[in-house]
């Protein structure tokens, strides 16, 4: 039995067609008339790329810390600058 017909046998209303995808229109003005970015991207782009630059900041002082400290208290390697 199709489902048109078990909801017509129930007593159910018809099945409504499916909504298309509808996303929420960046209504925000432009940051210039002839290019396509808006106020809202302009600020997405900022925090995706400030927390980029932290996240490489801190990797850097994670590999800098591993080459200094770790490496040589484990005996990796040695350190040129080391007597």
């Known amino acids: 039995m199709g489902e048109a017909r078990r909801r017509a046998a129930q007593g159910m209303p018809p099945r409504q067609p499916k909504k298309a ?3 929420a229109l960046d209504t925000s003005p432009r940051v210039v008339s002839w290019l396509p970015l808006t106020r809202n ?3 997405q782009f900022m925090a995706v790329t400030t927390r980029g630059a ?3 900041i801190g990797a850097m002082v994670v590999l800098w810390i591993t080459v200094r400290f ?3 208290a484990a005996g990796w390697w040695t350190l040129s600058d080391t007597p």
């Open 21 to 23: 995808n509808t996303k």
């Open 41 to 43: 991207q302009t600020q």
């Open 54 to 56: 932290w996240i490489g």
């Open 70 to 72: 770790i490496g040589p």
